[in-house]
Nanobody, 115 residues
Framework: QVQLVESGGGLVQAGGSLRLSCAAS????????VSWYRQAPEKQRELVAT???????NYADSVKGRFTISRDNAKNTVYLQMNSLKPEDTAVYYC?????????WGQGTQVTVSS
């Protein structure tokens, strides 16, 4: 049974930092593309950052230079370091693990940035 569990969300002031973690079980993380998505109220879920099994990373333009995705394959964990947070970063953040044809999702963690 595959399970992804996010943690690290919370309330932070604008300009602050948070580090999200996503711990996986039931998969060999190193062979998966892992991503962070977010969904703000009344908005569609959007891709924030991706880390491929080959080591490439990609970011949404809105978070480039502020967020960093990293992974510890030995711990089956992916991280999202978020710096210089803005109120518009407020959302539920989800991690996903993709290996064709399946995508697995975590339950999400709330990030709230106050102005």
């Amino acid at each position: 049974q595959v399970q992804l569990v996010e943690s690290g969300g919370g309330l932070v002031q604008a300009g602050g930092s948070l580090r999200l973690s996503c711990a996986a079980s039931g998969v060999i993380f190193s062979t998966y593309t892992v991503s962070w998505y977010r969904q703000a109220p009344e908005k569609q879920r959007e891709l924030v950052a991706t880390s491929t099994s080959g080591g490439s990373t990609n970011y949404a333009d809105s978070v480039k230079g502020r967020f960093t995705i990293s992974r510890d394959n030995a711990k089956n964990t992916v991280y999202l370091q978020m710096n210089s947070l803005k109120p518009e970063d407020t959302a539920v953040y989800y991690c996903s693990a993709f290996q064709r044809p399946r995508t697995y999702w975590g339950q999400g963690t709330q990030v709230t940035v106050s102005s």
